[in-house]
């Protein structure tokens, strides 16, 4: 059973923000949550974790709900660049756990 | 540039052969790791390593070896008893030994069956 789970699919207009939703209603006190994303034939690249608090970084800032059973990825503004497949990824203990992924399409 | 070479891009694999993939860092990072993708997939780990001479099986081990003999250096070897072995191998690192700090990746390496 997926650890993770997000939407197979979003889209977004450029220079637009982009809210991309993932829920992970297992994760236990000291699971941290972790995003990156992935371009086609190439190995992923991390954006941004956190463990309980909002964070924030150039790329982007996560949201994490209070009950930590959720948590967002938001792109202040997208661009073409940022059309990729975004991974949320549970770590439990030495473990990262990745779901499907939501991709990405950017349009201009 | 500091980063992860894996080579190579593209492998394939006759039936009952062992192949070794190859993944590289100049990052100095302690810590380094292989996965598994296959289609539409997430990543799913097969063996890690935080320190040289010292791994650990990651979700899916069976049917693979891997070696830390330097700390630049991560070999992952598919076995024969590898049943299922065409996927995309991704070799990754970070620093530490914590899987809380962020994994640099390589570009990957494309494993196929003739």
């Known amino acids: 059973d997926a650890k993770t789970t997000q939407p197979n699919s979003m889209e977004s207009n450029e220079e637009e923000p982009v809210h991309l939703p993932c829920n992970h209603s297992?994760?236990?006190?000291?699971?941290?949550i972790h995003w990156y994303r992935q371009l086609p034939s190439q190995g992923p690249e991390y954006v941004i974790h956190g463990l309980t608090s909002n964070v924030n970084n150039r790329m982007a800032s996560l949201a994490i709900a209070e009950d930590r059973k959720s948590s967002t990825l938001i792109l202040h503004r997208a661009t073409l660049r940022d059309a990729a497949v975004y991974y949320c990824i549970l770590q439990t203990g030495n473990q990262f756990y990745f779901g499907t992924g939501t991709s990405l399409t950017v349009i201009p | 540039d500091g980063g992860i070479t894996q080579s190579p891009k593209y492998l394939f694999r006759k039936e009952g052969q062992n192949v070794t993939l190859s993944c590289e860092q100049n990052l100095n990072h302690d810590a380094m790791y292989w996965y598994r993708q296959d289609p539409g997939q997430g990543l799913r780990l097969i063996y890690y390593?935080?320190?040289?001479?010292?791994?650990q099986k990651g979700d899916i081990a069976e049917g693979y070896s891997v070696s830390r003999e330097k700390k630049e250096s991560f070999p992952l070897t598919v076995t024969s008893a590898q049943k299922n072995p065409t996927a995309f191998y991704l070799c990754?690192?970070?620093?530490?030994?914590?899987?809380?700090?962020?994994?640099?990746f390589g570009d990957g390496t494309r494993l196929s069956i003739l």
């Open positions: 390593s935080q320190i040289v001479n010292d791994f």
């Open positions: 297992t994760i236990s006190g000291t699971d941290y």
């Open positions: 990754a690192s970070s620093t530490g030994g914590s899987f809380n700090q962020p994994q640099h």
